[in-house]
Nanobody, 126 residues
């Protein structure tokens, strides 16, 4: 079992920045990748970014490339999503997720992840 606790959401003006944190616990050795997803009201949950545990390789959806950075601080046992140049369309509940299976490519759909955080609200005002 893996538990994920996330934090860092809030209200920010367009152009501002936020850093989301996700702390995994439990059987963390089983994690193969961490991902971030978001869900806006009335919308389906969509992929944001992912990072592989072993290689540290990352992948982002096109709309956040150059603005968001996913990273891992192993010393603090924390995964981060640094969000810069935020836009109103980034407004959503953001979820961190843990994948425990091995995949050949980057996992970009919710069903590929096995554990989820509770979600944290990010609101970007215009």
């Amino acid at each position: 079992q893996v538990q994920l606790v996330e934090s860092g959401g809030g209200l920010v003006q367009a152009g501002g920045s936020l850093r989301l944190s996700c702390v995994p616990s439990g059987r963390t050795f089983s994690i193969t990748a961490m991902g971030w997803f978001r869900q806006a009201p009335g919308k389906e949950r969509e992929f944001v970014a992912t990072i592989r545990r072993r290689s540290g390789s990352t992948y982002y959806r096109d709309s956040v490339k150059g603005r968001f950075t996913i990273s891992r601080d192993s010393a603090r046992n924390t995964d981060y999503l640094q969000m810069n140049s935020l836009k109103p369309e980034d407004t959503a509940v953001y979820y961190c997720a843990a994948e425990t299976t091995f995949s050949t490519g980057f996992s970009v759909v919710p069903g590929q992840y096995d554990y989820w955080g509770q979600g944290t609200q990010v609101t970007v005002s215009s």
